[in-house]
């Protein structure tokens, strides 16, 4: 089996601002099992960042160790890479903003790299609202080390062999609303329509985007009686809304009745549009976010969409209020200020 992508492009494809054609944002040929919804999320990110026009050298893309870990490689092959340690990408993605914030970060996970061995990782990149896209894979079992229950298998879910998960789940979307996310958004593997959007909003939130996409594992959790199989997904997701982005702000044509549809300001101009809007639901209001998640909760429903937003919080390069200019840009003249401002500096501490 060739694993080389042919390099031969239709002279027509479709062109973005930059005059790259989707080909420039794929990656190399994906090596998971035929039918895993991670190539789709894969897909996805290629399909947002190609209608966005996002400059590839601008993106790092940082993964932990899991089928979900790898996919990086399957998607932006022109952008930087870095596969980590598994549940260690968090630290990794914040030495790097921290050294950087000139770049577009995603960070890609899966529900065992996050709810299990880096749980103590990504609570703190949660709280600390570093800027950058985070990406759970959520196939609630170990894929790459031949399914074992993860932690966000849900309570009663039965696996391939047939034994039902006794525990409760860790309910990421929650969690990360709980902590203090300023975006949280949840969706599915098979659906682009809505995925495609939540990617192109995530990335131009200024601040912690977090995404929850149930991606099942068609090897080893995709049985019956499994709650993260594509049969049980397809038959119990509940939009909250129908999305559209709008990065430019033209004249906004919404197919919606009015009071139905609610738009949501990003930090540098460009809009969410929500249309058909889920009752009693507000997405800049956490408790609201919170109440709707527990009571899909409560009737074994998946709420999917733009569950939670703030625009108002610092991201963590505003709350450090950190140098304008990017530690790697800085020169030594600016990192040293010589003898005369040192000893101005211990002169003040005698
Ligand atoms: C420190 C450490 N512990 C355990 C492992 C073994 N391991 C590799 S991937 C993985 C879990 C992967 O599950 P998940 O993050 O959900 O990704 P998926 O493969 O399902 O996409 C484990 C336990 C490891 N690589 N490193
Ligand atoms: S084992 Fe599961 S998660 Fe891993 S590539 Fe195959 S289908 Fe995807």
């Known amino acids: 089996m060739s694993y080389l992508k042919p390099l031969f492009r239709h002279p027509k494809l479709p062109k973005n601002k930059l005059g790259y054609t989707l080909k420039e944002y794929e990656g190399s040929l994906s090596t998971l099992c035929a039918g895993c919804g991670h190539d789709s999320i894969s897909a996805a990110i290629v399909q947002a960042c190609f209608e966005l026009s996002i400059e590839p050298h601008k993106v790092a893309k940082i993964s932990g160790i899991g089928c979900s870990s790898k996919t990086p490689t399957y998607f932006l092959g022109n952008s930087h890479g870095f596969n980590s340690v598994h549940g260690r990408m968090p630290s990794v993605a914040t030495g790097a ?112 985007a977090f995404l929850n996409v149930i991606s099942p594992c068609v090897t080893f959790n995709n049985n019956p009686g499994s709650t993260k199989s594509y049969d049980y997904v397809r038959e119990h997701i509940e939009a909250t809304s129908s999305l559209d982005f709008v990065p430019e702000m033209p004249e906004i044509k919404t197919k919606y009745d009015e009071g139905k549809s609610t738009r949501v300001a990003m930090h540098d101009g460009t809009l969410i549009q929500l249309n058909k809007l889920a009752n009693d639901w507000d997405p800049e209001d956490r408790i609201s976010a919170v109440n709707a998640l527990q009571q899909a909760r409560s009737k074994n429903e998946i709420l999917t969409g733009l569950l939670y937003v703030n ?38 501490f005698r």
């Open 311 to 348: 625009t108002e919080w610092n991201d963590l390069h505003g709350t450090l209020n950190t140098h304008q200019t990017p530690l790697n840009k800085l020169k030594e003249e600016d990192l040293c200020p010589g003898d005369e401002a040192l000893k101005e500096i211990n002169d003040g």
């Open 97 to 208: 903003n921290m050294a950087n914030k000139d770049m577009v970060y995603f960070g890609v996970s899966g529900d065992g790299d996050s709810a299990s061995i880096g749980m103590g990782q990504l609570v703190h990149v949660i709280r600390r609202n570093l800027n950058m896209v985070y990406i759970v894979m959520n196939n609630g079992c170990y894929g790459l080390t031949k399914g074992q229950d993860s932690a966000t298998a849900d309570q009663g879910s039965k696996s391939k062999a047939g034994s039902i998960n006794p525990f409760q789940a860790i309910d990421l979307a929650s969690l990360a609303i709980e902590l203090g996310a300023s975006f949280v958004a949840q969706s599915f593997s098979g659906d682009k329509l809505q995925l495609v959007p939540l990617i192109k909003a995530a990335l131009h939130h200024k601040g912690f």
